[in-house]
């Protein structure tokens, strides 16, 4: 006989308005019901009720829309937009799934396994010029094939997690 021992979630539920910069380092599920306008940055799962209104840069693993929201979002995993979802704004999703009835206004650009240095530059929001100054430097996990670089998205997150951004 198998038994399952039951992990204890870490769930943030947020009805309040908020503004501001929040940041998780570990996974955690968050619930935003009401107001938030600023910048999240997440791991774990991520979900703006159907009653959210969101006027932030998103960045997180899973990431659940079904209230309104304006902004840039990259989801590192997978991006849902549910049939209540209104997005306006800028996506850059691993997988994404928009249901029936969801609106999106903006542009949409898949995140790969790899990118090059221009979409790096985007997915860091660090200009281009120090993208190839840390590539030719070796700050950067990076691999030369021919004249341009290729960076494996995995990695550079873990990089990013370890604070070796730029050193």
């Known amino acids: 006989?198998?038994?399952?021992?039951?992990?204890?979630?870490k769930i943030l539920d947020v009805d309040a308005s908020m503004q501001g910069n929040l940041s998780f380092k570990d996974a955690v599920n968050?619930?935003?019901?009401?107001?938030?306008?600023?910048?999240?940055?997440?791991?774990?799962?991520?979900?703006?009720?159907?009653t959210a209104n969101v006027n932030a840069d998103i960045v997180g693993d899973n990431i659940i829309v079904g209230g309104r929201v304006r902004g840039r979002i990259t989801a590192k995993e997978r991006l849902t937009l549910l049939p209540s979802a209104i997005v306006e704004g800028e996506l850059f999703p691993a997988k994404l799934n928009i249901t029936e009835g969801a609106i999106f206004e903006g542009r949409c650009m898949m995140l790969h396994d790899f990118l090059n240095a221009e979409e790096l530059s985007r997915y860091l929001e660090v200009d281009m010029n120090s993208i190839m100054e840390w590539a030719n430097s070796g700050k950067v996990p990076a691999e030369k094939e021919g004249e341009s670089w290729k960076f494996d998205?995995?990695?550079?997150?873990?990089?990013?997690?370890?604070?070796?951004?730029g050193k």
């Open 1 to 9: 006989m198998a038994f399952r021992k039951k992990i204890e979630e």
């Open 153 to 165: 998205r995995k990695t550079i997150d873990s990089w990013i997690a370890s604070g070796k951004v």
């Open 30 to 50: 968050i619930r935003i019901n009401g107001k938030f306008e600023g910048s999240l940055d997440t791991k774990g799962t991520l979900t703006i009720a159907q």
